[in-house]
């Protein structure tokens, strides 16, 4: 059984992996056994901290800076690392960005930032990464979506119509793939304790009382609890799932949400 859900040795590229859920999952795949390729773009001084975090946890970590929005960038950078590390089994399209403003105050230039980084850079590493793994017959490719997929909320409209859409081209890329072999699903986080949401994370706060209330589980996610549906994703025991949001939340999604007046 535990074949099922081996990764070891498998070349894994996360994009947008220098910290946050990104880093997460970059830990949860290479303590599995998985060599991580880290991704960004701001620094390469980030980079080179979170692949020696990894490193540090025995992982076997390697870092390239490339702006995955900028298409021939992704394509050298696809092409480097499939020479210099191996072949990409597993991609996971993590970067992204949130705007938080009212849509009637949103520029069109802020709209279109949010869906180009959110939408169009899994559209774009997904066609230079696939390419390889039709070849091969074998791939897992990983949309990080939301609950933002399913549900709006005032001042996200531009994340949100990009993880709707990210939502679509998973079940599209997997309509066109999956004939070859390739798995194409997506993980749709809940509200997780990093270190962004760490200054909200207060009693008293009022999102965090939101959350915690909302939340059916009656908590914040642990990072850590991403790893196992990423492994999953990543490994063989997912061979038969396409074009699936596996949604970790703590059960959000599935309730309406308690009265005022229930405990």
Request: proline content about 3%.
């Amino acid at each position: 059984m535990t074949n099922l859900f081996d990764i070891q040795g498998k070349v894994a590229l996360i994009t947008g992996s220098t910290h946050g859920l990104g880093m997460a999952m970059a830990k949860g795949l290479g303590q599995a056994g998985a060599t991580i390729v880290v991704n960004g773009n701001s620094s390469q001084e980030k980079i080179d901290a979170a692949v020696a975090e990894l490193k540090s946890e025995g992982i076997n970590a390697v870092g390239y800076k490339f702006n995955v929005t900028e298409e021939e960038q992704v394509k050298a950078a696809v092409a480097k690392i499939e020479n210099e590390v191996g072949p990409i089994d597993i991609l996971i399209n993590n970067a992204g960005i949130i705007k938080r403003i009212p849509l009637l105050e949103m520029e069109v230039a802020d709209f279109r930032e949010v869906i180009d980084i959110d939408l169009v850079s899994p559209f774009i590493v997904s066609k230079h990464v696939a390419k390889g793994m039709i070849e091969r017959r074998a791939g897992k490719i990983i949309n990080i979506c939301s609950m933002m997929s399913e549900l709006g909320r005032n001042t996200v409209s531009a994340y949100a119509a990009a993880k709707g859409g990210l939502k679509m081209l998973t079940k599209n890329m997997a309509t066109e793939w999956a004939k070859y072999n390739v798995q194409i699903n997506g993980i749709g986080p809940g509200y997780f304790a990093t270190e962004q949401t760490k200054p909200i994370r207060v009693d008293g706060h009022p999102f965090n009382d939101f959350i915690i209330s909302r939340t059916p589980a009656a908590k914040w996610g642990d990072p850590g609890d991403l790893a196992g549906a990423a492994i999953f994703l990543s490994s063989k025991a997912s061979d038969f799932v396409n074009g699936h949001i596996l949604y970790v939340d703590g059960g959000i999604l599935a309730t309406i949400g308690k009265p005022s007046n229930e405990d």
